[in-house]
Structures are given as C-alpha cells and as structure tokens.
C-alpha cells in the first residue's frame, strides 16, 4: 500500500527535528546539573577558605594584641638596661673605699699599727704608720717591718706605686715604757706612705 503525505514540506521538516527534542533536553540536564555540581563545589571550598581566613586574620589580631602587651615588658627592660648603662658609666672609675680599706689593714705586718689612713679619688692612698724600735738591737730590725709594709702593699690588686715619703725615729706618747723610776715615751720608728689606687668600677647589676 502506497502512503502519499500530503503535508507541507516545512511540517515534515519540524517533525523530523521533533524526535531529537527529548534526548537534546537530557543531555543539556546533565551538562546543567555538571555545572551546578561543579559550581557547588567551588563555593564550599570558597567558604572554608573564607573560614580559614578569618580565622587567622582573627589569630592574628590575638597574636599582634600579645605582641603589643609583651612589647610594654620589652620597653620596660629596655630601660632598665639603659639605666644600669648609665649607672655603670657613672659610677666607672669609683673607688670601693671600704674594700681597699679592708685590703690594707688585712696585709699589714703585725709588729705595724696605723696612726692615720686617707684614700680618695684625687691623692690614692696615704697612710702613717708606727712600728716599735728597740735602741738594744739594730736599726734595720724596724726598718724591715717598714719594708715589708711596702712590699704587701704592693702586691695589692687595687693599690700601685707604692711610696715611702718619711720614715724616722721618734717617741710615741702612746705606750710609756718605764727606765729605771722615770716613765718615757716608747721609741718607735714613724713612717708615711703614698700610694696610687686603681678605680674599680661599683657592680650596679644586682649580682647577675
């Protein structure tokens, strides 16, 4: 049986595109639920990375307000330091009187006693001395003891140039010794020192 369409050439041409509505539709779903999917995830990731963002930028302020409250301490110390700079260029080339003090009397012979001492920053130290004489033995037994006076003083880590600027025989009103019924003044041998004393510098550290 022969069939004659009798339809427009146009109409037979729209039906035949018809038949490919259904599986372009399909594919054009599929394309849009990829685009979608693959939108979804860049927006998830793109949350998180906002996420983590705010939250170092968060860390961060935390970080730079600690920062800040340390930095107070670090100024603090700062300062401290200067001042103990200052302190110590100060207080540099002070003599510790007491220390030198306590040196000397430690290094004299026992047979030697003070009459007067003096350490200052412009003369260094002077001191008068006295040592017994006994006219029965020779001169140079007192004269020793003045040496060796001289001798330990010099060997003392803050005191140098170590001088005798007098020494004689003289009567000490002290001690009376007694000749015979007659009390006389004991004859002892008087000496004078000078000296120069090295400035040590005044520890202002605390001891740390």
Known sequence: MVRINLLPPEVLERRRYEKWYGPVFIVFAALLAVVLIVYGFFWFGSSQQNGDLQ???EQSQKVEAQAEAFGVFQQKEQDLADRQSIATRAL????DMGRVSEEVSLVLPDEVWLGQMGITQADGLTLDGFTPYS????MDVSYKSV???????????DVSDVWLTKAANAPFSGFVAVVGQTPLPAPVVS???KGKVTPSAVDVSGGK
């Open 135 to 138: 006219p029965s033995h020779s």
């Open 191 to 193: 000496f004078s020192v």
């Open 92 to 95: 540099a080339g002070r003599i």
């Open 55 to 57: 939250l170092l930028q």
């Open 147 to 157: 040496a060796k006076t001289l001798v330990r003083l010099n060997e003392l880590d």
